[in-house]
């Protein structure tokens, strides 16, 4: 009986043990977010969501070659998306 009860409760005292773990990870990584975004300018903001993906400056059949960046692409993305 006491088998029984000990497998039964030793198990759920470890899932509340990680749960609780879980919410202070989780609010110290949104305070930590809060306290970053709090020192970012606007235009800092706008340049993480504005970020030049790959496939703007990778030329479309060199992809799996081992220089798939076309030159005239990335000139145009750095001249046309930078924030001056």
């Known amino acids: 009986m006491k088998t029984k009860t000990l497998v039964l409760i ?7 043990g990680c749960s609780m773990k879980a919410q202070e990870t989780n609010n110290d990584t949104e305070s930590k977010v ?26 479309p059949e060199q992809l799996h ?3 798939p960046i076309d030159q005239a692409r990335l000139e145009n993305a750095v001249l046309t998306h930078h924030p001056d």
């Open 65 to 67: 070659t081992d220089n």
């Open 34 to 59: 809060k306290n970053l975004l709090s020192e970012m300018t606007l235009e800092e903001k706008i340049g993480q969501m504005t970020q030049v993906d790959f496939s703007v400056i990778a030329a």
């Open 10 to 16: 030793l198990p759920l005292v470890f899932m509340l």
